[in-house]
């Protein structure tokens, strides 16, 4: 059965310094990973996607995220934050090209002036 | 390209009353999925469809809820007799690719529909 654990349910950043958010999945497959964002009250926006094609993910907004098989693990990252990313980040699983397509609880990114 | 539309945007209604959602998907996407987001929680899938048929329901308690998509376009999701558990945020999100097919399906959302419940 797959899995996502998104193993910090807050994160605290001040603005100009690196951002990490965590995931950890499981899957019985090889799966595909994204990372979505939810700005108050706006839709989800995908910001990246992992396909087997590459490890190192470039997304939208300077983030990016490393498939890592051996650990089980699809960490988001950004260099510098900025205000604007502040919003809930979700890993999200998805098994066979869009069956059984799972959640992580959330992670809230708050940015510090 | 015209996004995932949903109607309404929010919805306030008794418990035991019924209540209808309706989602219009990107043109030419063939799947179609159904998600429930409470508050503080990640959004889990209630119902996918795959053109008019159902691809997966097991989330979907259908005792009191139910969904269609007849001619495999537009969807609707009812819940009657709605309880208090049941406010969300109800999403609808749609994919180009058929469920199963090789590669990923990015999911495109909709802005969602909030109902309260009380």
């Known amino acids: 059965a797959q899995s996502v654990t998104q193993l910090d349910s807050h994160v605290s950043v001040s603005e100009g310094t690196p951002v990490l958010l965590r995931c950890n999945y499981s899957s019985s497959y090889s799966p595909s990973l994204f990372w979505y964002v939810q700005h108050p009250n706006k839709g989800l926006q995908l910001l990246l996607k992992?396909?087997?094609?590459?490890?190192l993910v470039k997304g939208i907004n300077g983030f990016e995220a490393e498939f890592k098989k051996s650990e089980t693990s699809f960490h988001l990252t950004k260099p510098s934050a900025h205000m604007s990313d502040a919003a809930e980040y979700f890993c999200v699983v998805s098994e066979g090209g869009g069956f059984k397509t799972i959640f992580g609880a959330g992670t809230r990114l708050f940015v510090k002036a | 390209e015209a996004g995932v539309a949903q109607s309404p945007r929010y919805k306030i209604i008794e418990k035991r009353q019924s209540v209808a959602f309706w989602c219009n998907p990107i043109s030419g996407h063939a799947t179609l999925y159904w998600y429930q987001q409470i508050l503080g929680q990640g959004p889990k899938l209630l119902i996918q469809?795959?053109?008019?048929?159902?691809?997966?329901d097991s989330q979907l308690p259908k005792d009191r809820f139910s969904a269609e998509r007849l001619k495999g376009v537009d969807s609707t999701l009812k819940i009657q007799p709605a309880k208090l558990e049941d406010s969300a945020v109800y999403l609808c999100a749609s994919s180009l690719r058929l469920a199963g097919a090789e590669g990923t399906d990015t999911q495109y959302f909709g802005p969602g529909t909030r109902l309260t419940v009380l």
């Open positions: 992992y396909t087997s094609a590459a490890t």
């Open positions: 469809f795959q053109n008019n048929g159902v691809v997966d």
